[in-house]
Protein backbone atom coordinates (compact mmCIF):
# COMPACT_ATOMS: atom_id res chain seq x y z
CA UNK A 1 0.00 0.00 0.00
CA UNK A 2 0.93 3.41 -0.79
CA UNK A 3 -0.69 5.40 1.75
CA UNK A 4 -0.74 4.49 5.30
CA UNK A 5 -3.96 6.31 6.39
CA UNK A 6 -6.87 5.13 4.23
CA UNK A 7 -9.15 6.58 2.12
CA UNK A 8 -12.62 6.02 3.71
CA UNK A 9 -15.57 5.58 2.22
CA UNK A 10 -19.12 5.97 3.39
CA UNK A 11 -21.89 3.57 2.94
CA UNK A 12 -21.30 -0.05 1.11
CA UNK A 13 -24.00 0.30 -1.37
CA UNK A 14 -23.39 -0.32 -4.89
CA UNK A 15 -21.68 2.98 -5.70
CA UNK A 16 -19.74 2.55 -2.09
CA UNK A 17 -18.25 -0.41 -3.01
CA UNK A 18 -17.39 0.34 -6.48
CA UNK A 19 -15.35 3.33 -4.99
CA UNK A 20 -13.20 0.50 -3.00
CA UNK A 21 -12.88 -1.80 -5.80
CA UNK A 22 -11.37 1.14 -7.93
CA UNK A 23 -9.63 2.04 -4.85
CA UNK A 24 -8.27 -1.11 -4.67
CA UNK A 25 -7.16 -1.97 -8.31
CA UNK A 26 -4.83 1.55 -7.90
CA UNK A 27 -3.68 -0.24 -4.77
CA UNK A 28 -4.99 2.84 -2.57
CA UNK A 29 -5.76 2.45 1.44
CA UNK A 30 -9.04 2.29 1.84
CA UNK A 31 -11.59 1.59 4.65
CA UNK A 32 -16.01 1.41 4.04
CA UNK A 33 -18.41 2.20 7.03
CA UNK A 34 -21.28 1.03 6.63
CA UNK A 35 -24.47 1.70 9.14
CA UNK A 36 -26.10 -1.44 8.43
CA UNK A 37 -24.87 -5.07 9.23
CA UNK A 38 -24.62 -6.38 5.64
CA UNK A 39 -23.48 -4.27 1.87
CA UNK A 40 -26.61 -3.09 0.03
CA UNK A 41 -28.38 -2.21 3.16
CA UNK A 42 -30.46 0.58 1.62
CA UNK A 43 -31.47 -1.51 -1.12
CA UNK A 44 -32.34 -4.37 1.04
CA UNK A 45 -35.44 -2.40 2.40
CA UNK A 46 -36.91 -2.63 -1.53
CA UNK A 47 -35.82 -5.52 -2.40
CA UNK A 48 -38.96 -6.48 -3.61
CA UNK A 49 -38.90 -3.87 -6.31
CA UNK A 50 -37.66 -5.03 -9.86
CA UNK A 51 -35.04 -2.08 -11.47
CA UNK A 52 -35.63 -0.33 -14.50
CA UNK A 53 -32.15 -0.78 -15.46
CA UNK A 54 -30.31 -4.42 -17.13
CA UNK A 55 -27.43 -5.84 -15.66
CA UNK A 56 -24.87 -4.28 -18.12
CA UNK A 57 -25.82 -1.16 -16.59
CA UNK A 58 -25.61 -2.68 -13.02
CA UNK A 59 -22.19 -3.55 -12.63
CA UNK A 60 -18.82 -1.79 -12.23
CA UNK A 61 -16.05 -2.42 -14.04
CA UNK A 62 -13.72 -2.56 -11.44
CA UNK A 63 -16.20 -4.23 -9.22
CA UNK A 64 -16.49 -6.85 -12.30
CA UNK A 65 -13.07 -7.38 -12.51
CA UNK A 66 -11.83 -8.00 -8.96
CA UNK A 67 -15.01 -10.59 -9.10
CA UNK A 68 -13.76 -12.11 -12.27
CA UNK A 69 -9.86 -12.55 -11.76
CA UNK A 70 -8.96 -15.66 -9.60
CA UNK A 71 -5.71 -15.20 -7.10
CA UNK A 72 -4.63 -17.47 -4.47
CA UNK A 73 -6.98 -16.28 -1.94
CA UNK A 74 -10.00 -16.24 -4.32
CA UNK A 75 -11.05 -18.64 -6.86
CA UNK A 76 -13.08 -16.57 -9.23
CA UNK A 77 -16.04 -18.33 -9.48
CA UNK A 78 -18.63 -15.23 -9.65
CA UNK A 79 -20.51 -15.48 -12.61
CA UNK A 80 -21.63 -12.21 -14.04
CA UNK A 81 -25.72 -12.26 -14.42
CA UNK A 82 -27.15 -12.06 -18.30
CA UNK A 83 -26.67 -8.32 -19.50
CA UNK A 84 -30.29 -8.28 -20.86
CA UNK A 85 -32.17 -9.19 -17.62
CA UNK A 86 -33.74 -6.92 -14.70
CA UNK A 87 -32.84 -7.86 -11.54
CA UNK A 88 -34.95 -6.66 -8.20
CA UNK A 89 -33.09 -5.08 -5.49
CA UNK A 90 -33.07 -8.53 -3.68
CA UNK A 91 -31.30 -10.01 -6.73
CA UNK A 92 -29.02 -7.11 -6.98
CA UNK A 93 -27.68 -7.84 -3.20
CA UNK A 94 -27.49 -11.26 -3.65
CA UNK A 95 -26.05 -11.52 -7.32
CA UNK A 96 -23.48 -9.13 -7.26
CA UNK A 97 -22.68 -6.97 -4.18
CA UNK A 98 -23.04 -9.64 -1.46
CA UNK A 99 -19.97 -11.51 -3.27
CA UNK A 100 -18.38 -8.13 -4.16
CA UNK A 101 -18.40 -7.50 -0.52
CA UNK A 102 -17.76 -10.89 0.61
CA UNK A 103 -14.49 -10.76 -1.78
CA UNK A 104 -11.33 -11.31 -0.14
CA UNK A 105 -9.54 -7.93 -1.08
CA UNK A 106 -12.67 -5.96 -0.10
CA UNK A 107 -14.33 -8.04 3.21
CA UNK A 108 -11.83 -6.94 6.03
CA UNK A 109 -11.81 -3.10 4.51
CA UNK A 110 -15.94 -3.12 5.78
CA UNK A 111 -16.58 -2.32 8.99
CA UNK A 112 -20.49 -2.50 8.92
CA UNK A 113 -22.87 -1.39 12.47
CA UNK A 114 -20.79 1.88 11.95
CA UNK A 115 -22.85 4.44 11.46
CA UNK A 116 -21.18 8.10 10.10
CA UNK A 117 -22.67 11.17 12.26
CA UNK A 118 -19.96 13.85 11.75
CA UNK A 119 -16.81 14.76 9.77
CA UNK A 120 -14.16 17.16 10.67
CA UNK A 121 -10.46 18.03 9.91
CA UNK A 122 -7.27 17.62 12.22
CA UNK A 123 -3.74 18.30 11.89
CA UNK A 124 -1.85 14.66 11.69
CA UNK A 125 -0.28 15.67 15.19
CA UNK A 126 -3.92 15.72 16.57
CA UNK A 127 -4.73 19.61 16.33
CA UNK A 128 -8.27 20.33 15.94
CA UNK A 129 -9.50 21.96 12.16
CA UNK A 130 -12.89 23.45 12.18
CA UNK A 131 -14.52 24.91 9.73
CA UNK A 132 -13.20 28.18 9.79
CA UNK A 133 -9.47 27.36 9.89
CA UNK A 134 -7.92 27.21 6.58
CA UNK A 135 -4.02 27.36 7.80
CA UNK A 136 -2.26 24.08 6.47
CA UNK A 137 -6.18 22.44 5.91
CA UNK A 138 -5.04 20.58 2.78
CA UNK A 139 -2.53 19.04 4.52
CA UNK A 140 -5.04 17.85 7.71
CA UNK A 141 -6.64 14.98 7.86
CA UNK A 142 -10.32 14.16 8.08
CA UNK A 143 -12.10 12.66 11.81
CA UNK A 144 -14.88 10.59 10.74
CA UNK A 145 -16.75 10.14 13.68
CA UNK A 146 -19.23 6.56 13.42
CA UNK A 147 -21.70 5.58 16.18
CA UNK A 148 -21.23 1.80 16.54
CA UNK A 149 -22.83 -0.73 19.26
CA UNK A 150 -19.40 -0.17 21.07
CA UNK A 151 -20.10 3.58 21.64
CA UNK A 152 -18.68 6.26 19.45
CA UNK A 153 -15.55 5.89 17.05
CA UNK A 154 -13.07 8.81 15.71
CA UNK A 155 -11.50 7.13 12.16
CA UNK A 156 -8.77 9.10 10.83
CA UNK A 157 -8.78 9.13 6.80
CA UNK A 158 -6.54 11.49 4.43
CA UNK A 159 -9.37 11.77 2.01
CA UNK A 160 -13.65 10.85 2.04
CA UNK A 161 -16.00 9.84 -0.52
CA UNK A 162 -19.48 10.16 1.17
CA UNK A 163 -21.59 7.15 -0.75
CA UNK A 164 -24.25 7.51 1.90
CA UNK A 165 -27.48 7.31 -0.44
CA UNK A 166 -30.65 9.22 0.16
CA UNK A 167 -32.82 6.27 1.45
CA UNK A 168 -32.30 7.14 4.80
CA UNK A 169 -33.61 10.59 4.51
CA UNK A 170 -36.97 10.47 2.87
CA UNK A 171 -38.91 13.82 2.35
CA UNK A 172 -41.07 14.57 4.87
CA UNK A 173 -45.05 13.96 4.63
CA UNK A 174 -45.87 17.80 5.49
CA UNK A 175 -46.06 20.58 3.79
CA UNK A 176 -43.65 23.06 2.34
CA UNK A 177 -40.55 20.57 3.29
CA UNK A 178 -40.91 20.13 6.62
CA UNK A 179 -42.61 17.89 8.71
CA UNK A 180 -46.10 18.10 9.81
CA UNK A 181 -47.10 18.70 13.34
CA UNK A 182 -46.91 15.52 14.40
CA UNK A 183 -45.03 13.53 12.46
CA UNK A 184 -42.10 12.58 14.54
CA UNK A 185 -44.73 10.83 16.54
CA UNK A 186 -46.54 9.40 13.95
CA UNK A 187 -43.60 7.71 12.47
CA UNK A 188 -42.35 6.54 15.75
CA UNK A 189 -45.78 4.99 16.52
CA UNK A 190 -45.09 2.96 13.26
CA UNK A 191 -48.57 4.63 10.85
CA UNK A 192 -45.84 6.43 8.52
CA UNK A 193 -44.13 3.34 6.64
CA UNK A 194 -41.44 3.07 4.64
CA UNK A 195 -41.41 5.11 1.27
CA UNK A 196 -41.52 1.51 -0.42
CA UNK A 197 -43.58 -1.02 1.25
CA UNK A 198 -44.32 -4.87 0.02
CA UNK A 199 -48.38 -4.71 0.06
CA UNK A 200 -48.63 -7.62 -1.73
CA UNK A 201 -45.54 -9.59 -0.24
CA UNK A 202 -44.24 -9.11 3.39
CA UNK A 203 -46.53 -6.37 4.07
CA UNK A 204 -49.50 -7.93 3.19
CA UNK A 205 -51.03 -9.11 6.04
CA UNK A 206 -50.46 -6.08 8.20
CA UNK A 207 -52.23 -3.92 5.02
CA UNK A 208 -55.15 -5.98 4.54
CA UNK A 209 -58.55 -4.52 5.31
CA UNK A 210 -56.98 -1.59 6.36
CA UNK A 211 -57.19 1.96 5.12
CA UNK A 212 -54.11 3.19 3.61
CA UNK A 213 -52.96 6.94 2.51
CA UNK A 214 -50.33 6.76 -0.39
CA UNK A 215 -48.92 10.62 -0.85
CA UNK A 216 -46.72 11.08 -4.03
CA UNK A 217 -47.29 11.10 -7.60
CA UNK A 218 -44.60 9.65 -8.70
CA UNK A 219 -43.36 5.70 -9.39
CA UNK A 220 -42.79 4.74 -6.23
CA UNK A 221 -46.08 5.85 -5.63
CA UNK A 222 -47.64 4.35 -8.69
CA UNK A 223 -46.06 0.76 -7.95
CA UNK A 224 -47.36 0.72 -4.12
CA UNK A 225 -50.60 1.78 -5.26
CA UNK A 226 -50.76 -1.31 -8.04
CA UNK A 227 -49.34 -3.11 -5.37
CA UNK A 228 -52.89 -2.20 -2.88
CA UNK A 229 -55.13 -2.43 -5.68
CA UNK A 230 -53.98 -6.16 -6.21
CA UNK A 231 -54.68 -6.50 -2.55
CA UNK A 232 -57.38 -5.26 -2.70
CA UNK A 233 -58.84 -7.38 -5.06
CA UNK A 234 -57.88 -10.10 -2.32
CA UNK A 235 -59.48 -8.33 0.19
CA UNK A 236 -62.08 -5.97 -0.64
CA UNK A 237 -62.39 -4.27 2.55
CA UNK A 238 -59.11 -2.51 1.97
CA UNK A 239 -59.23 1.23 1.53
CA UNK A 240 -57.20 3.03 -0.59
CA UNK A 241 -56.31 6.62 -0.85
CA UNK A 242 -54.32 8.49 -3.20
CA UNK A 243 -53.30 12.06 -1.78
CA UNK A 244 -51.73 14.24 -4.42
CA UNK A 245 -50.70 18.18 -3.72
CA UNK A 246 -51.98 19.87 -6.80
CA UNK A 247 -55.25 18.74 -9.19
CA UNK A 248 -55.37 15.80 -10.70
CA UNK A 249 -54.10 15.92 -14.21
CA UNK A 250 -54.84 12.45 -15.93
CA UNK A 251 -51.90 13.01 -18.74
CA UNK A 252 -49.54 14.02 -16.07
CA UNK A 253 -50.84 10.91 -13.85
CA UNK A 254 -50.87 8.33 -16.34
CA UNK A 255 -48.97 9.16 -18.71
CA UNK A 256 -50.03 8.58 -22.64
CA UNK A 257 -51.21 5.16 -21.97
CA UNK A 258 -51.38 2.99 -25.20
CA UNK A 259 -50.08 5.81 -27.21
CA UNK A 260 -47.16 6.40 -24.69
CA UNK A 261 -43.83 6.47 -26.59
CA UNK A 262 -42.11 4.05 -24.03
CA UNK A 263 -44.78 1.39 -23.70
CA UNK A 264 -43.75 0.22 -20.21
CA UNK A 265 -44.84 3.29 -18.66
CA UNK A 266 -47.93 3.59 -20.51
CA UNK A 267 -48.89 0.28 -18.82
CA UNK A 268 -47.89 1.70 -15.73
CA UNK A 269 -50.33 4.45 -16.03
CA UNK A 270 -52.92 2.54 -17.50
CA UNK A 271 -52.70 -0.15 -14.77
CA UNK A 272 -52.89 2.59 -12.01
CA UNK A 273 -56.13 4.13 -14.03
CA UNK A 274 -57.58 1.24 -14.43
CA UNK A 275 -58.00 0.80 -10.54
CA UNK A 276 -59.00 4.51 -10.24
CA UNK A 277 -61.51 4.83 -12.36
CA UNK A 278 -62.99 0.83 -10.70
CA UNK A 279 -63.59 2.61 -7.30
CA UNK A 280 -60.41 0.65 -6.02
CA UNK A 281 -58.11 3.55 -5.22
CA UNK A 282 -59.67 7.13 -4.29
CA UNK A 283 -58.02 10.05 -5.22
CA UNK A 284 -57.38 13.30 -2.27
CA UNK A 285 -56.76 16.24 -4.32
CA UNK A 286 -54.61 19.41 -3.09
CA UNK A 287 -53.45 16.33 -0.23
CA UNK A 288 -51.21 19.62 1.87
CA UNK A 289 -50.81 17.72 5.40
CA UNK A 290 -50.52 19.93 7.91
CA UNK A 291 -50.90 18.13 11.19
CA UNK A 292 -50.83 14.25 12.22
CA UNK A 293 -52.43 12.84 15.31
CA UNK A 294 -51.22 8.95 16.45
CA UNK A 295 -54.73 7.16 18.19
CA UNK A 296 -56.04 4.20 17.52
CA UNK A 297 -55.70 5.20 14.25
CA UNK A 298 -53.90 8.16 12.43
CA UNK A 299 -55.81 11.32 12.06
CA UNK A 300 -54.33 13.56 8.93
CA UNK A 301 -55.20 16.96 8.55
CA UNK A 302 -55.01 18.87 5.47
CA UNK A 303 -54.29 23.11 4.98
CA UNK A 304 -58.08 23.01 3.86
CA UNK A 305 -59.28 21.87 7.18
CA UNK A 306 -60.17 18.15 5.83
CA UNK A 307 -59.10 15.27 7.83
CA UNK A 308 -59.55 11.83 7.58
CA UNK A 309 -58.55 8.39 9.99
CA UNK A 310 -56.15 5.85 8.21
CA UNK A 311 -54.02 3.24 9.27
CA UNK A 312 -51.16 3.27 7.67
CA UNK A 313 -49.67 6.36 5.48
CA UNK A 314 -46.55 5.80 2.90
CA UNK A 315 -45.22 8.94 2.12
CA UNK A 316 -43.48 8.52 -1.85
CA UNK A 317 -42.78 11.74 -1.32
CA UNK A 318 -39.26 11.18 -2.48
CA UNK A 319 -36.31 12.03 -0.78
CA UNK A 320 -32.81 14.55 0.19
CA UNK A 321 -29.35 14.17 1.39
CA UNK A 322 -28.50 14.37 5.05
CA UNK A 323 -26.03 17.03 5.09
CA UNK A 324 -25.86 17.34 8.59
CA UNK A 325 -22.74 15.20 9.18
CA UNK A 326 -20.89 17.31 6.83
CA UNK A 327 -21.72 20.51 8.41
CA UNK A 328 -17.75 21.33 9.75
CA UNK A 329 -16.77 20.99 5.92
CA UNK A 330 -16.58 23.82 3.24
CA UNK A 331 -19.11 22.42 0.69
CA UNK A 332 -20.13 24.57 -2.66
CA UNK A 333 -23.62 22.78 -3.51
CA UNK A 334 -26.89 24.17 -5.70
CA UNK A 335 -28.59 26.29 -3.27
CA UNK A 336 -32.23 24.77 -5.04
CA UNK A 337 -31.26 20.76 -5.99
CA UNK A 338 -28.31 20.46 -2.73
CA UNK A 339 -26.05 18.85 -5.33
CA UNK A 340 -22.39 20.11 -6.06
CA UNK A 341 -22.97 23.57 -8.21
CA UNK A 342 -21.52 22.60 -11.44
CA UNK A 343 -23.45 19.08 -11.33
CA UNK A 344 -26.80 21.13 -10.65
CA UNK A 345 -27.81 22.20 -13.89
CA UNK A 346 -27.14 18.92 -15.64
CA UNK A 347 -29.56 17.20 -13.35
CA UNK A 348 -31.98 19.68 -12.14
CA UNK A 349 -35.51 17.81 -13.19
CA UNK A 350 -36.92 21.36 -13.21
CA UNK A 351 -35.04 22.02 -16.30
CA UNK A 352 -33.61 18.67 -17.88
CA UNK A 353 -35.30 15.41 -18.57
CA UNK A 354 -32.62 12.61 -17.27
CA UNK A 355 -31.47 11.91 -20.60
CA UNK A 356 -29.55 15.51 -20.74
CA UNK A 357 -26.71 14.20 -17.87
CA UNK A 358 -23.42 14.01 -19.25
CA UNK A 359 -20.84 12.08 -18.30
CA UNK A 360 -19.01 13.84 -15.21
CA UNK A 361 -16.61 13.18 -12.48
CA UNK A 362 -14.00 14.17 -10.07
CA UNK A 363 -13.41 18.00 -11.23
CA UNK A 364 -17.64 18.40 -11.10
CA UNK A 365 -17.76 16.63 -8.00
CA UNK A 366 -15.23 18.93 -6.02
CA UNK A 367 -16.34 20.96 -3.16
CA UNK A 368 -13.38 23.30 -1.67
CA UNK A 369 -12.93 20.97 1.10
CA UNK A 370 -9.63 19.16 -0.46
CA UNK A 371 -10.26 15.41 -1.34
CA UNK A 372 -14.06 15.30 -0.07
CA UNK A 373 -16.44 13.79 -2.71
CA UNK A 374 -20.24 13.41 -2.02
CA UNK A 375 -20.63 10.67 -5.00
CA UNK A 376 -23.62 7.94 -5.81
CA UNK A 377 -27.40 8.98 -5.24
CA UNK A 378 -26.29 11.35 -2.65
CA UNK A 379 -24.24 13.54 -5.02
CA UNK A 380 -27.37 14.40 -6.73
CA UNK A 381 -28.92 15.91 -3.46
CA UNK A 382 -33.22 15.98 -4.03
CA UNK A 383 -32.70 15.30 -7.75
CA UNK A 384 -34.54 12.21 -8.05
CA UNK A 385 -32.78 11.07 -11.15
CA UNK A 386 -29.66 9.41 -10.45
CA UNK A 387 -28.23 6.22 -12.06
CA UNK A 388 -25.96 3.38 -10.82
CA UNK A 389 -24.13 3.73 -13.77
CA UNK A 390 -23.64 7.44 -13.85
CA UNK A 391 -22.14 6.73 -10.24
CA UNK A 392 -19.87 4.04 -11.36
CA UNK A 393 -18.19 6.49 -13.95
CA UNK A 394 -17.96 9.30 -10.54
CA UNK A 395 -16.14 7.21 -8.58
CA UNK A 396 -13.84 5.36 -11.37
CA UNK A 397 -12.89 9.06 -11.58
CA UNK A 398 -12.71 10.56 -8.12
CA UNK A 399 -10.84 7.06 -7.43
CA UNK A 400 -8.06 8.58 -10.55
CA UNK A 401 -8.11 11.45 -9.06
CA UNK A 402 -7.22 10.34 -5.43
CA UNK A 403 -4.29 8.09 -6.80
CA UNK A 404 -2.73 11.24 -8.43
CA UNK A 405 -3.67 10.46 -12.18
CA UNK A 406 -5.72 12.87 -13.16
CA UNK A 407 -5.87 11.93 -16.72
CA UNK A 408 -7.87 9.51 -16.15
CA UNK A 409 -9.56 11.12 -13.94
CA UNK A 410 -10.88 13.85 -16.64
CA UNK A 411 -11.66 11.07 -19.19
CA UNK A 412 -15.23 10.73 -18.52
CA UNK A 413 -17.31 8.79 -20.40
CA UNK A 414 -20.71 7.17 -20.04
CA UNK A 415 -22.81 4.63 -21.56
CA UNK A 416 -26.40 5.32 -20.33
CA UNK A 417 -29.41 2.71 -20.24
CA UNK A 418 -31.46 2.70 -23.70
CA UNK A 419 -34.74 4.81 -23.67
CA UNK A 420 -36.38 5.66 -20.85
CA UNK A 421 -34.52 4.09 -18.19
CA UNK A 422 -32.73 7.12 -17.02
CA UNK A 423 -35.18 8.20 -14.24
CA UNK A 424 -35.99 6.72 -11.05
CA UNK A 425 -38.76 9.30 -10.85
CA UNK A 426 -38.46 9.27 -6.55
CA UNK A 427 -39.81 12.31 -6.04
CA UNK A 428 -38.38 15.81 -6.30
CA UNK A 429 -39.92 18.18 -8.13
CA UNK A 430 -40.97 15.93 -11.01
CA UNK A 431 -43.14 14.26 -8.01
CA UNK A 432 -44.85 17.10 -7.76
CA UNK A 433 -48.03 17.84 -9.46
CA UNK A 434 -47.77 21.53 -11.08
CA UNK A 435 -51.23 21.44 -13.73
CA UNK A 436 -50.36 25.29 -14.41
CA UNK A 437 -46.98 24.46 -15.82
CA UNK A 438 -46.72 23.61 -19.57
CA UNK A 439 -45.32 20.31 -20.09
CA UNK A 440 -42.73 22.10 -21.91
CA UNK A 441 -40.98 23.46 -19.09
CA UNK A 442 -39.04 20.66 -18.38
CA UNK A 443 -37.91 20.13 -21.78
CA UNK A 444 -34.21 18.71 -21.88
CA UNK A 445 -32.28 21.63 -23.66
CA UNK A 446 -32.21 19.13 -26.56
CA UNK A 447 -35.85 18.85 -27.35
CA UNK A 448 -35.60 16.11 -30.06
CA UNK A 449 -33.19 13.19 -28.84
CA UNK A 450 -31.52 12.73 -25.30
CA UNK A 451 -28.18 11.22 -24.51
CA UNK A 452 -30.05 7.65 -24.01
CA UNK A 453 -30.24 8.29 -27.71
CA UNK A 454 -33.61 8.27 -27.30
CA UNK A 455 -36.59 10.43 -28.33
CA UNK A 456 -36.89 12.93 -25.11
CA UNK A 457 -39.49 13.12 -23.56
CA UNK A 458 -40.43 15.58 -20.93
CA UNK A 459 -40.77 14.89 -17.81
CA UNK A 460 -43.27 16.76 -15.80
CA UNK A 461 -45.68 14.15 -18.45
CA UNK A 462 -46.82 10.85 -16.58
CA UNK A 463 -44.33 8.93 -14.93
CA UNK A 464 -40.55 10.30 -15.41
CA UNK A 465 -39.42 6.78 -15.41
CA UNK A 466 -40.10 4.99 -18.95
CA UNK A 467 -39.64 1.58 -17.51
CA UNK A 468 -41.81 -0.15 -15.11
CA UNK A 469 -39.62 -0.77 -11.83
CA UNK A 470 -41.09 -3.62 -9.62
CA UNK A 471 -43.63 -4.83 -11.55
CA UNK A 472 -42.92 -5.72 -15.16
CA UNK A 473 -44.60 -9.36 -13.97
CA UNK A 474 -47.72 -7.32 -12.78
CA UNK A 475 -48.12 -5.15 -16.00
CA UNK A 476 -47.68 -8.45 -18.23
CA UNK A 477 -43.95 -8.28 -18.81
CA UNK A 478 -41.61 -11.08 -17.87
CA UNK A 479 -38.59 -10.91 -15.93
CA UNK A 480 -35.99 -11.74 -18.67
C1 LIG B 1 -36.77 1.70 -5.69
C2 LIG B 1 -35.56 2.16 -6.44
C3 LIG B 1 -35.28 1.61 -7.67
C4 LIG B 1 -34.14 2.02 -8.37
N1 LIG B 1 -33.89 1.45 -9.58
C5 LIG B 1 -32.75 1.78 -10.23
C6 LIG B 1 -32.41 1.16 -11.48
O1 LIG B 1 -33.15 0.34 -12.02
N2 LIG B 1 -31.25 1.50 -12.08
C7 LIG B 1 -30.40 2.42 -11.56
O2 LIG B 1 -29.36 2.65 -12.13
N3 LIG B 1 -30.70 3.05 -10.40
C8 LIG B 1 -31.84 2.75 -9.72
N4 LIG B 1 -32.14 3.38 -8.55
C9 LIG B 1 -31.36 4.54 -8.12
C10 LIG B 1 -30.01 4.25 -7.49
O3 LIG B 1 -29.12 3.71 -8.43
C11 LIG B 1 -30.09 3.34 -6.29
O4 LIG B 1 -30.80 3.99 -5.28
C12 LIG B 1 -28.73 2.92 -5.73
O5 LIG B 1 -28.95 2.04 -4.67
C13 LIG B 1 -27.90 4.11 -5.26
O6 LIG B 1 -26.67 3.63 -4.83
P1 LIG B 1 -25.81 4.36 -3.72
O7 LIG B 1 -24.66 3.43 -3.45
O8 LIG B 1 -25.53 5.75 -4.12
O9 LIG B 1 -26.75 4.45 -2.42
P2 LIG B 1 -27.44 3.31 -1.55
O10 LIG B 1 -27.72 2.10 -2.34
O11 LIG B 1 -28.55 3.97 -0.85
O12 LIG B 1 -26.30 2.90 -0.52
C14 LIG B 1 -25.91 3.76 0.53
C15 LIG B 1 -25.34 2.92 1.66
O13 LIG B 1 -24.87 3.80 2.68
C16 LIG B 1 -25.31 3.36 3.94
N5 LIG B 1 -25.40 4.55 4.80
C17 LIG B 1 -26.35 5.50 4.79
N6 LIG B 1 -26.06 6.45 5.71
C18 LIG B 1 -24.91 6.08 6.29
C19 LIG B 1 -24.10 6.65 7.31
N7 LIG B 1 -24.42 7.80 7.90
N8 LIG B 1 -22.97 6.00 7.70
C20 LIG B 1 -22.61 4.82 7.11
N9 LIG B 1 -23.35 4.24 6.13
C21 LIG B 1 -24.47 4.87 5.73
C22 LIG B 1 -26.65 2.70 3.66
O14 LIG B 1 -26.97 1.77 4.67
C23 LIG B 1 -26.39 2.04 2.32
O15 LIG B 1 -25.87 0.73 2.44
C24 LIG B 1 -33.27 2.98 -7.81
C25 LIG B 1 -33.56 3.52 -6.57
C26 LIG B 1 -34.68 3.11 -5.87
C27 LIG B 1 -34.95 3.67 -4.50
Redesign the pocket.
Known amino acids: MIQTTPVVV?????????AAAHLIERDQDVRV????IS?????AE?GH?????TWR??IDAASRRLLETPSDSYAGEWEAPRDTR?PT?AE?ITEYLAPLAAHPRLAPRISYG????RITRVQPHGAGVDKSSSRNRADSLFLVR?ETAAGSQDVLARAVID??????TPNPVGRSGIEALGEVEATTEGFITS??PDPFGVDAERFAGKTILVLGAGH?AA?TLISLGRLRQAHPDTQILWGLRGVANPVRLYGGGAADELPARGQLGTSLRRFVENGDIRILENASVTSLSAGAQLTVEFADRRSLNVDFLVPATG?RP?LA?LAELRLDLDQIVEAPRQLAPLIDPEFHSCGTVTAHGARVLAHPEPDFFV?????YGRAPT??????YEQVRSVAAALAGDHTAADLVELDL?ETG?CS?D?GGSCDSPSPSAPASSCEPSNPTTDSCGAPASPARIGFATGTV??HAELLGGTKE
Open positions: IGAGPIGLALESGAGAAIWIKLFSYNLGLHRVTTASGTWRPLSNFDPVGMKSFLMATGPVTLHG
